[in-house]
């Protein structure tokens, strides 16, 4: 799974990586340390101009007839995505993509978890695989009310980092992440994306375990241990 991830590279970086232009509500506040429940930078399609663009979306998919979180999910096997009620409609034509530049996961131990930071061998900013759905039913007073909600793909994890955990985001390549976000491609096609268009390698270190509290946001607590 995904449950937290980093993103310091500025969004126009970004942007101009993907070729998406920026977002009016663009936060652009880079976090080290960024849980779910929160606004963070996303590019899609936009269905009303047709143009790929970077913004701001929350984290947990919130389907658009739902009016309340309790089912806000921050991720979806991309394996059965598709087949599920959920996800099936977003995942078919609200494909998204979200920047980062690595992610955090917690390998178990018996009682202990030891956290640690996995990014692409070549250390690239890269974009995770997602699919978004507006959340247009949420109550006015809620912070995601009317705003595009997200959740990140996850598959089976490489071979480098499987003895870390039994799942891993879907992490895009440029050209993947391209393919993805492609409105012409089948279900078939999509999963051949997932499959070759993500990174084939990675590294990874263990940090410290006081990135188990999203508070704690400070670039020195992802440096080896």
């Known amino acids: 799974m995904c ?3 980093g993103r310091t590279t500025a969004a126009a970086a970004f942007a101009e990586r993907i070729g998406a232009k ?3 509500n663009l936060d652009d506040r880079p976090g080290h340390n960024l849980p779910p429940g929160t606004f963070q930078l996303c590019a899609l399609i936009n269905p009303d101009d047709g143009a790929l663009t970077l913004g701001s979306s929350w984290w ?3 389907p658009n007839w739902a009016d309340n979180t309790k089912l806000s999910p921050i991720n979806a096997r991309s394996e059965t995505a598709h087949e599920k009620k959920l996800f099936a409609r977003a995942f078919e034509s609200q494909r998204c993509i979200l920047p980062a530049d690595y992610w955090v996961e ?3 131990d018996g009682d202990h978890k030891q956290p640690f930071l996995i990014r692409p061998k070549q250390a690239d900013p890269f974009f995770f695989a997602g699919i978004w759905s507006k959340a247009s039913r949420l109550p006015k007073d809620h912070k995601a009310s009317g705003q595009v909600t997200f959740a990140i793909l996850t598959g089976r994890p490489n071979d480098d980092i499987d003895q870390i955990h039994d799942r891993q985001p879907q992490a895009l390549t440029l ?3 391209h393919e993805w976000l492609n409105p012409d ?3 078939d ?3 051949e994306v997932l499959s070759e268009g993500r ?3 990675y590294e990874h270190w263990p940090i410290d375990p006081k990135v188990g509290n999203p508070a704690n946001n400070d670039a020195s607590l992802f440096e080896p241990r």
Do not use: M, P
Request: glycine share 12%; proline share 0%.
């Open 3 to 5: 449950g937290r991830y």
């Open 22 to 24: 920026l977002s009016s």
């Open 60 to 62: 947990g998919f919130i």
């Open 106 to 108: 917690w390998q178990r």
């Open 175 to 177: 050209e993947g992440a």
């Open 185 to 187: 491609k089948s279900v």
């Open 189 to 191: 096609d999509l999963q």
């Open 199 to 201: 990174y084939k390698a």
